[in-house]
């Protein structure tokens, strides 16, 4: 495992939707691994957009539409923030996604990818091909269950992200924390298992590695400093999650994030999954 570690920490992912289908799959693998992308991170959680209500309450669909008229209720949110508004239309206006290309089309468009999301679909069986055309470590991410974690150590993944898109896909599921004692328990020491949803602070990745989680990603987190502040924001909410992992393993008189265990946390008495997965590491 080791050494599975080490390659994971010395490689760039490269994040993949099956979106636009296989050709198009297959063809922005070549390009990642041209631009020195050693591990593919396949997305499972999302065989549709879950129900964002606040794009709904933002107008997000009128504004993307092409009816003017539906437009007009949210222009104002535009006309608040000029300055945000002129540097959005200098910038090319909507995105398109550059790694997407569409044969035939070119990068898809922003305002296909609900639909394009919704066409597409991600099985087991897909892990194989793109095992191929990668040709190095899968990670499997939006696992939920100890039944999916046994089968990404089947298809032979490195890693699996205990994921539930941050509470964007399916409502109502548990949070990954809760869930990630059971995918430890379940596949032992046969695949890396890593953790993301609602790290905000040093004490919720310390959490983590308590109950068994190698290492924790981050999204919001890192997003709100790229917002505030470009590259150097994103360095500074790095900077805020390590200071306070530091202070939170001093305060706990523990040395180093190696030597964290359940013990220093206190777990539910009905995590029994928690009792077993303890047994087995
Ligand atoms: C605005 C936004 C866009 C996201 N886009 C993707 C994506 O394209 N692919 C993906 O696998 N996850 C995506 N995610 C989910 C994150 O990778 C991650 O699982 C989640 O944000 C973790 O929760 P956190 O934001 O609480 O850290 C997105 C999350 C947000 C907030």
New binding site residues.
Partial sequence: MEDVAAALKQTVWY?L?LVGGRDCALSAIERAKAAGFSAL?V?I??PVAGMRERDIRNGVKELLGDNFVSKLPFVSQLLIKPSWFARFLADGGLMKFQNVVIPGKGPMLYTDVTAALEDSVVSWGDLKWIQRAGGGPIVI??VHTADDARRAVDVGAKAL?V??????QLDNVAP?LRILPEVVASVGDHIEVLL?????RGSDIIKALCLGARAV???????YGLGAAGGAGVARAIEILRADLIRTLKLLGCPSVAELDQSYIDVAADWSVVRSASGSC
């Fill in positions: 994040q939707y991170v997305t959680d999302t991410k939006g992200v994921s539930n898109h941050g509470g964007r990954t993301d949803g609602g790290i905000r990603m981050v999204g919001r987190a890192y997003a």
